[in-house]
């Protein structure tokens, strides 16, 4: 009998060692498979003490029937509503009680689950994951519940212009595949599905062979190895499921799809074939896309926006699946100008038909491409998910470093081979929505307008180091502090030239003058134009844009660091000699008041805007975060240049530089073109205290949209009171999957998709606001339970489960967000340029772990129980 416990000891042993064998298939990353068929990759990143854990599952809507379009993206959003072990809300609450973030997200080929957060966090994270794809229950009356939920995001969908283009011309792109559903399926559908209908798509698509679990993160290989396959290895062996698509045929002649809505602004959505991720293809239309519609220097942008000035935004990129994929063009323009764009966006596509492209231009593309890879490996989520891509489409993570090596080497023959192949002009689907959409182009015309835009593309026209590294701080004897924090671990670094300035230095009278000199800044120097320095830029590989908030603006930018000296040169010209013509800020206005158009087409952009109007006027804080359009409109560019020369001074400047730079070097830099920078500036405005809040504001916009947008709020406490850490402490209660407000007005009332507190600290004045958006006829349920909510709050405080869950869901959001170089630039020069010190990170860590009941309890009822609230109301209404 001993020899034969010992055997099976023996036994146990060798299969738990066999299912963890992994090979080191590059540096630092590992895969292996696990006996029942499941893959596990685990890469070792120490850039941060952060883990991600991504469990990837081949079951997108690709794999669903007609009968059951949506039920991928139903499962998402049920596979966290209780399991066998957790309670539904159970799993968001244990993950954002280390800090951690669980979300998911579905696509047309996989679905992904995935937790980020410390990396304490590892072993609950494969727990609750492998728990959910595995035992989760499925709870009819949860279903019924999140049905709602689903028909709530679909309202959501179609409010938002630009998305719901997007998706009618998904659907006319495709003729057979499955890509021509959407993900998120239909009403009728998703209404029907029953939970005996997800029982049986989950054992089809739930099965480990067709499962990834993707580990990034400061961890031990082997450890996170023997975690996994502990976790996802009990999993029973099932075989593959054998799937046949249907063949998607050639379209006969070009396609066109025009909706009617009532907005401001006109959109249009062009879509051509493309190739799968699989074929050789695909690096070669990546790089057409970035060289087309990708940056200031694209093609298009230089094309539509900036010479004929007949569009106010337009981009192009691919969508390269597992199946056939497509080419995109999109945008925004007048209504009046949305046939001309039509024809100009195809005849540059058409044009890598006839004419090759230059090779600055190309190695610019290619350059750009590359370096949205190197910028990706800067966070762990942002890793795990390149390697689960290319696992779930090829089945093999390295795969991803041969893709890249195929960017560098595409050719301006390949562009012209590949352009041929894929844009022919019986295969152009053109989506337009604006008012009076069906009369701008008729399907004939959209026929005789692509031939004549293939015809002039040929020559015809008709007409003719470490997570956290030491910062080095020096102040410059004209007054600019530097601050330099050298990181090795990734090849690129980020700088942040900021000065006081924004929102609150405006007045109604010249609301949007920083957005808009923040916007003007890059357009050109004294020495080079605005088209030459987009070029530069993007040559580099990289980015320089100018910003404008709340109580601050400036310049930022992000770049490779084997171009330091080039960049650097470029960013300080930028700074320091900005052009600021007339010419440029004319053909700058038309984009800027788009923003404000789109604004007014988004509902919920709406509603935030006259929330803030209402909660802080005439605090300047009230103004519109983008400007007045009448302000825009009759701004000059010499106004411009007098609040440059006014506020844009190194006294009160602070330049942050994060990343891979040697400190010697970028501090000969600073002082070459810094040094000598002397300019006193006029003195700042005269600072005003906010004006009290004595009754209720309200506010009610009646537009005509599937849902209703509520936000009621509460004046709160300024950046620099003690109060602001227990209102940070009691949003977070509040706020997330695993806050109150998403468990009870969600998950047992589904009464919205999205339902939310949040805050907002400014420097004299704060206020916190609670959001839902929900059907017309829930108006009054939602509102009162908002109202329920924060009631409950101050009569029955708070648990010390959730004030620990809190504080650990805000300290670990804290690390999570600072793990990019540009991210880390900008929190220190914020922080140093208002007062707090650059520092002052680590001591806002220990302000949250301080905060006690009795603080969130002190909180709530000196803000929440004023009168004096506003309300803002923004829908279809009918009393």
């Known amino acids: 009998m001993k020899r034969g416990y010992l055997l099976l000891i023996f036994f146990l042993f060798y299969v738990l060692l066999r299912g963890v064998q992994a090979m080191e298939i590059a540096p630092g990353l590992h895969k292996t498979k696990l006996d029942n068929g499941l893959t596990v990759i685990v890469e070792e990143n120490h850039r941060a003490p952060v883990v991600a854990v991504q469990v990837w599952v081949k079951a997108g809507s690709v794999y669903e029937k007609d009968r059951e379009a949506g039920i991928t993206h139903l499962i998402e959003h049920m596979i966290f509503k209780g399991t066998e072990k957790y309670k539904p809300g159970e799993i968001a609450a244990i993950i954002e009680s280390f800090g951690g973030t669980i979300n998911a997200f579905t696509s047309y080929d996989y679905t992904c689950y995935y937790v980020t957060g410390p990396l304490e966090i590892l072993e609950t994270a494969l727990d609750v994951l492998s728990d959910a794809v595995f035992h989760s229950v499925f709870d009819p009356t949860e279903l ?19 998305l719901a283009l997007a998706e009618a011309v998904m659907s006319k792109a495709y003729v057979k595949y499955p890509y021509r559903r959407p993900i998120i399926g239909y009403e009728e559908t998703v209404k029907a599905i029953t939970r005996q209908d997800i029982l049986n798509y989950m054992a089809r698509r739930y099965r480990p ?19 996994a396959a502990a976790a996802f290895g009990k999993a029973p062996k099932k075989p593959p499921e054998k799937v046949k698509f249907p063949e998607e045929p050639p379209k006969k002649e070009p396609v066109l799809v025009a909706l009617q809505k009532d907005v ?23 790089v057409m896309a970035a060289l087309l519609g990708q940056g200031e220097s694209s093609r298009l942008y230089r094309s539509l926006r900036r010479e004929k000035g007949i569009v106010h935004t337009i981009y192009a990129y691919t969508f390269t699946p597992m199946g056939p994929g497509l080419f995109e063009v999109a945008g925004t323009a007048s209504p009046e100008n949305l046939r001309e764009t039509l024809k100009e966006a195809l005849v540059e596509l058409f044009r890598l038909k006839y004419e090759m492209v ?9 350059t750009m491409v590359a370096a949205s890879f190197v910028y990706s490996r800067e966070t762990m989520q942002g890793e795990a998910r390149k390697l689960g891509t290319f696992e779930m489409l090829t089945g093999d993570p390295l795969k991803a470093e041969e893709y890249l090596k195929a960017v560098k080497s595409v050719t301006a023959e390949a562009v012209r081979d590949v352009a041929r192949k894929y844009f022919t002009p019986k295969a152009v689907v053109a989506g337009l929505l604006a008012r009076g959409a069906g009369e701008i182009i008729s399907p004939e015309e959209l026929k005789a307008l692509v031939e004549e835009a293939e015809l002039e593309a040929s020559g015809v026209s008709s007409e003719e180091e470490g997570w956290v590294s030491p910062t080095i701080k020096k102040v410059l004897p004209n007054g600019l502090t530097v601050l330099v924090t050298p990181q090795k671990d990734v090849p690129s670094f ?24 923040a916007a003007l800044w890059t ?19 990289g980015e320089i844009e100018g910003f404008s908030g709340r109580n601050t603006f400036g310049l930022k930018a992000t770049f490779l660091s084997d171009g330091l000296e080039r960049a650097f040169d470029l960013f300080a010209e930028i700074a320091l000699k900005p052009a600021l013509q007339e010419e440029e800020l004319a053909k700058l206005k038309p984009e800027l008041l788009s923003a404000i158009a789109r604004q007014e087409d988004d509902p919920l952009q709406l509603a935030i805007r006259e929330y803030y109007r209402l909660l802080f006027e005439p605090h300047p804080y009230g103004l519109n975060i983008l400007g007045s359009r009448e302000v825009i409109e009759r701004l000059k560019a010499t106004d411009v240049r007098a609040a440059y020369n006014s506020f844009a001074v190194p006294g009160r400047a602070v330049l942050a530089i994060v990343g891979d730079v040697d400190e010697e070097k970028i501090f000969s830099l600073v002082e070459r073109w810094f040094g000598n920078w002397q300019k006193p500036g006029a003195p700042p405005p005269e600072e005003k205290a906010p004006a009290e809040l004595l009754e209720p504001r309200l506010s009610t916009i009646n537009v005509d949209r599937e849902q209703v947008h509520l936000i009621l709020g509460f004046r709160g406490p300024h950046l620099f009171s003690e109060d602001r850490y227990g209102m940070e402490v009691l949003n977070a209660i509040l706020a997330g999957q695993g806050g109150r407000l998403f468990k009870t007005l969600r998950d047992q009332e589904a009464l919205a998709y999205t339902v939310t507190s949040f805050l907002t600290i400014g420097v004299d004045v704060g206020g916190i606001g609670f959001y839902i958006a929900t059907e017309p006829s829930k108006r009054k349920q939602a509102l009162s339970g908002l109202w329920r909510e924060i009631l409950r709050v101050n009569r029955e405080g708070v648990k010390d489960k959730e004030l620990k869950r809190a504080k650990h869901w805000l300290v670990g959001r804290y690390l999570t ?20 010190g650059y520092n002052y990170g680590l001591r806002y860590i220990q302000k949250i772990q301080d905060v006690t009941l009795q603080d969130v309890q002190t909180v709530a009822k000196k803000y929440l129980e004023s009168k004096a609230y506003v309300l803002v109301t923004v829908g279809p209404l009918a009393d």
Do not use: C, W
Not at 358 to 363: H, I, Q
Not at 820 to 825: E, R
């Open 523 to 541: 357009k050109g120097t004294e020495e080079k134009s605005a088209d030459l320095v987009a070029a530069l830029i993007e040559s580099l590989g």
């Open 264 to 286: 401001q602004e006109g959109y249009f959505h062009l879509a051509l074939p493309g190739p799968s991720l699989l074929e050789p293809e695909a690096p070669v239309v990546d």
């Open 209 to 227: 062979p067709h499962m990834a679990v993707v580990i990034v993160g400061d961890i031990k290989a082997e450890t996170a190895l023997s975690k």
């Open 358 to 366: 230059l090779p600055e231009e190309l190695s610019k593309a290619r």
């Open 494 to 517: 980020s700088m942040v030239l900021i000065f006081p300035g924004g929102l609150r230095y405006e007045t109604k009278e010249t609301n949007g003058l920083f957005r808009t000199l």
């Open 817 to 836: 967000g600072l793990q990019t170089n540009s991210s880390q630039a900008m929190e220190q020069a914020v922080n140093e340029v208002l007062g707090l």
């Open 144 to 162: 019924e519940r999140e049905k709602q939920v689903v028909l709530e995001e679909m309202r959501m969908r179609r409010d938002k212009p630009a």
